[in-house]
């Protein structure tokens, strides 16, 4: 996984993806909320396994750390003063690198206790499409780049749901429908649209349930690469 800093890019054309609701239609609107998902065992696993990893990886700078303090040990007697700077600068570096491991550990910790999981986003697009396809209309999902994001399983997929709803309403249930995985300026991101022609006049039910979808995942949305004239989005997830 990338470790750039997220960018996420601000669109003017971002009110076509999230229209704003009439006045005082939120209120009147009962939205169907995600459903609650209980403890997987495969999460578990996959939150052990990556947690894993970082601690032998704290093992290994850790015993690097030490052999390079054994050596300075006996380069304070035989060495220069320059040599002695140089081998203290390889110390503070593995030191910095021990820390970087250490904030990672704190971070995913503090994650998984807020029911955080790891999500492989092209695994999850293959299930959802599995589960909301059928024979008369198909639902592809591409992997540019695997991509996994942080984030509350059952809250990603109920937005996945929502917003091939919400494109193919768009073009009026017609058209190849298309989830798309990919790295965009350092954001985990799933593109999804639909082929078919774009109409207006899409329900306004369907539009806020999606938008309470977006907010609850805490996934930024915005139009894809055809902007305002297609009927796609793409979903920057959080880091």
Same mark, same amino acid.
């Given at each position: 996984m990338t470790t750039d800093q997220k960018h #996420?890019? +601000? !669109? @003017?054309t971002e009110s076509y993806v999230l229209p704003k609701p009439p006045r005082g239609a939120r209120s009147q609107l009962v939205v169907e909320a995600a459903p609650p998902a209980p403890v997987a065992v495969g999460a578990a696993?996959?939150?052990?396994a990556r947690l894993r990893v970082h601690a032998e990886s704290l093992e290994v700078l850790f015993g690097e750390l030490r052999a390079k303090l054994d050596g300075l040990d006996t380069k304070i007697?035989?060495?220069s003063r320059a040599q002695l700077k140089g081998a203290v600068r390889d110390v503070g570096d593995v030191l910095g690198w021990c820390e970087?491991?250490?904030? #990672?550990? +704190? !971070? @995913?910790?503090?994650?998984?206790e807020r029911g955080?999981?790891?999500i492989d986003l092209s695994e999850l697009c293959e299930q959802v499409a599995a589960n909301r396809q059928e024979p008369s209309a198909p639902i592809s999902v591409i992997t540019r780049q695997p991509a996994i994001c942080w984030g509350e399983r059952s809250r990603i997929a109920h937005l996945l749901q929502k917003a091939l709803d919400l494109v193919f309403a768009r073009t009026e249930q017609?058209?190849?429908?298309?989830?798309?995985?990919s790295w965009r300026e350092g954001a985990a991101c799933?593109?999804?649209r639909s082929q078919g022609e774009p109409v207006e006049g899409v329900d306004p039910e369907l539009v806020d349930a999606f938008r309470c979808a977006a907010d609850g995942a805490d996934v930024h949305v915005?139009?894809?690469?055809?902007?305002?004239s297609g009927a796609g989005m793409l979903l920057v997830m959080p880091n």
């Open positions: #996420v890019p +601000v !669109s @003017e696993r996959g939150v052990g007697a035989e060495d970087e491991v250490q904030k #990672v550990l +704190v !971070s @995913e910790s503090a994650r998984a955080e999981e790891p017609r058209g190849l429908r298309r989830m798309e995985v799933v593109g999804v915005v139009p894809d690469a055809l902007g305002s």
